[in-house]
């Protein structure tokens, strides 16, 4: 069973102005950028934190730490996966004591990632507040768990999937919604 391109969902400039716009949320919500700080969750979610914290530092002229955190032991579903699974790596720059924390990720589903995100945060140390980033919002949660910032809200059917390609991982920019065959 294949998958079928249904429809695009976010071109380089929609991404762009999600991307900006995230960004400029960031700092509303947290009155500043004092003791913020960005992890991209691995893959895609890094880049993202990367982009917004350059927008950040374009408008405030400040640079915020900007770290990746790899998931891959904190996944609920670790047993199910290859029986050795591929670790990223993890750099967080900062230490997460007392810091507002954004977790940045590309697509948010069941809510699973974002827990498992907090679980490893939490093995860190104890930041003030933990909020999340997400370019799209899927829908279909199985966790109470809701993004703090969105570049786009996209309702799908489970038979549905959202592939977000970034010039950094995937060589292009864009986002689209395929379906199973």
Do not use: C, W
Request: proline share 4%; net charge negative.
């Amino acid at each position: 069973m294949g998958f079928r391109k249904k429809a695009e969902i976010m071109d380089e400039t929609a991404m762009g102005r999600a991307i900006k716009r995230i960004a400029h949320e960031v700092i509303e919500r947290n009155k500043g950028t004092e003791g913020l700080m960005l992890i991209g969750i691995q893959r895609r979610g890094v880049p993202l934190a990367q982009r917004i914290g350059a927008h950040i530092q374009r408008e405030e002229g400040v640079e915020l730490p900007v770290g990746t955190l790899d998931i891959t032991f904190y996944r609920d579903d670790l047993s199910l996966l290859d029986e050795h699974p591929q670790v990223k790596g993890t750099d967080v720059p900062a230490d997460v004591n007392g810091k507002h924390v954004v977790l940045v990720d590309d697509v948010l589903y069941t809510g699973r990632t974002a827990r498992a995100a907090m679980d490893a945060i939490m093995d860190m140390g104890r930041p003030k507040t933990i909020q999340l980033a997400v370019l799209i919002d899927r829908g279909h949660r199985e966790l109470p768990i809701r993004a703090d910032y969105v570049g786009k809200n996209v309702p799908t059917s489970h038979l549905e999937t959202i592939a977000v390609n970034l010039t950094e991982t995937d060589g292009r920019e864009i986002v689209e919604l395929f379906e199973k065959n």
